[in-house]
Structure formats: C-alpha cells, structure tokens
C-alpha cells in the first residue's frame, strides 16, 4: 500500500500523519509529491506509524524515478 493510500485509507492529512509519525510535515508531503527519498530513519517511523500497512519496499520503490521503477 503507498503512503498516500494509507492516507486516504485513514482520512488523515500530510501534517496529522507526520505528528503520529514524530517527522517533520514536510517530510511528509515531499515525500508525497516525489520530491524526496526518505532516510532509513523516516523509513522506520512511516512503517511503524502505519503498523506495517505502508512496507519500507513500497516507500523505497516510490522514491526511484520513474523508469527505474518498471
């Protein structure tokens, strides 16, 4: 499931996800919009944060461009 799923799933916005997550809302709406790859560290909150829902495969296969992705 991608984070943004996982959102829309919970009908929480960017900034409540990013408070549960203990991350900053920017992370998290960059990280939305494909402007950042998340750290290890960011990995590990948004996995736990989910409870497994959102996997570190998925976060780290939505951060590889586009044609690395296929």
Do not use: H, N, W
């Not at 997550?21 to 709406?29: E, G, K, R, Y």
């Not at 998925?58 to 992705?69: C, G, M, T």
């Amino acid at each position: 499931m991608t984070l943004a799923d996982y959102l829309a799933e919970q009908k929480l916005k960017p900034t409540q996800f990013a408070r549960d997550a203990s991350l900053p809302a920017s992370t998290i709406t960059r990280i939305l919009r494909g402007e950042r790859e998340p750290s290890s560290r960011t990995i590990r909150r948004i996995v736990q944060a989910t409870g497994g829902r959102v996997t570190a495969a998925e976060l780290i296969v939505a951060s590889l461009p586009e044609e690395s992705a296929a």
